[in-house]
């Protein structure tokens, strides 16, 4: 009888802790914030919501809830105008920790959202096709200035191999990886190249994501496109 309470306790207990845990925490310590106020924007969808957070001594504490991670954006308040943006990132269910210092952009860090992370990653990563097409374009408009046809199609083609099928297929590789959560259907809707995804590029992506992640807001938004270029 006692194994069965002692049994029921622990339960309870792992029951309390996993409730706790629900929801998101943002816990801030930037330097130079003092005891100013932060402008929370967040774009849900294709709204976008105010909140604001009082920083005690460089320290600060947002708490909630959301259904799916969006993107927010805090700016440092100055009166009734706002005097330059802290940070941004994708906020989800999670603990989060920013750190830095407020004067230099640079230096605040947001540690926590895996989404965030994932996002950022992929925004690297194209970033890189995007640096190596700069170099190349600047190769085609020389040749174009010096009348190359040659060169110029030659490079014309590379360009065009970096937007239609390189960056493209980043997208689809971040889909296919993480494919079983949200994260999955959050980055089509974030690309760079939307507009050169075609009608299949979008019902592959889609079909890749599980079931339960269609369902989701970020889910129902690649099958919308998909409908609409159908």
Known sequence: MKKI?????????????????????????????????????????DNMELDSISVSNDKFEYKGNVDEPYFVQLLIKDGKSTKGKLTEFMLENSKIEITGNSIEYDSVKVKGSKSDKT??????????????????????????????????????????????????NLVKKYVRENSNSKIGALIPNFCTIENELNQNDWKEIYEYLTPEIRETGYGKRILKKLDTIN
Do not use: H, P
């Open 5 to 45: 309470t002692m049994l029921f306790v622990l339960l309870f207990i792992f029951s309390c802790q996993k409730n706790n845990l629900e929801g998101f925490l943002l816990k801030g310590d930037v330097k130079g914030l003092n005891n100013s106020t932060l402008l929370v924007l967040k774009f849900i969808g």
């Open 119 to 168: 996002l950022k990653k992929y925004f690297a990563d194209d970033k890189l096709l995007s640096d190596k097409w700069d170099k190349l374009k600047v190769d085609y408009d020389k040749f174009v200035e010096e009348n190359d046809t040659i060169n110029r199609k030659k490079i014309a083609k590379q360009l065009n191999q970096i937007v239609q099928v390189d960056k493209v």
